[in-house]
């Protein structure tokens, strides 16, 4: 089992920057693909980003070069650094881990951080 933990969600203003962070319980974290999801009101959950114990990493959308993930393994955390917020950017923003065992996936999710980025 992983339990997730996030933080550094809050208020800011359009054109500011949030560093998330996301503290994974276990010793799996070494085998486990880390990412960034978020979910707007009366939307559906989409990738933000992420990032493989070998370190390749996939961004959403037009996210790549505002959105930087990255990950410490020493510290059992992943980061997602944001750059240039917009309004469009408001969500929920919700940890994920993913572990595969023979073809089957198992995803634990966090219990979410808002970001809200005013005008």
């Known amino acids: 089992q992983v339990q997730l933990v996030e933080s550094g969600g809050g208020l800011v203003q359009t054109g500011g920057s949030l560093r998330l962070s996301c503290a994974a319980s276990g010793s799996l974290f070494n085998i486990l693909t880390m990412g960034w999801y978020r979910q707007a009101p009366g939307k559906q959950r989409t990738l933000v980003a992420t990032?493989?114990?070998?370190?390749?990493?996939n961004y959403g959308d037009s996210l790549k070069g505002r959105f930087t993930i990255s990950r410490d393994s020493a510290k059992s955390t992943v980061y997602l650094q944001m750059n240039g917020l917009k309004p469009e950017d408001t969500a929920v923003y919700y940890c994920n881990a993913r572990r595969t065992i023979i073809e089957v996936l198992f995803d634990y999710w966090g219990q979410g951080t808002q970001v809200t980025v005013s005008s």
């Open positions: 990032i493989t114990p070998g370190g390749s990493i």
